[in-house]
């Protein structure tokens, strides 16, 4: 039974780490852009363009724009929003 627990706890830090490094790799992303944006408290973001406002969460690749929501990388949604 100690096993099984064992591999839960490693599991859940597996998760944790891959979230981590995901929000890493987004604010990079978001940073080298040449696109104005403003962190909450929360760990979400802002983003303002062109075309209004897009809130985005960088640790889950979630962005919302338009009351619609996109499941993709900062860099694709980067590419979506300036095109």
């Known amino acids: 039974m100690g096993d ?23 604010m990079v992303d978001i940073g080298n852009s040449k696109i104005n944006y403003r962190l909450d408290g929360n760990g979400s973001g802002v983003v303002s363009f062109g075309a209004g406002k897009a809130i985005f969460y960088p640790s889950t690749k979630k962005w919302q724009h338009m009351g619609k929501a996109y499941y993709v990388s900062a860099k694709e949604f980067l590419a979506f929003i300036c095109a």
């Open 4 to 26: 099984c627990s064992e591999d839960f706890k490693a599991l859940k830090q597996h998760h944790k780490d891959k979230k981590d490094q995901r929000r890493q790799w987004n």
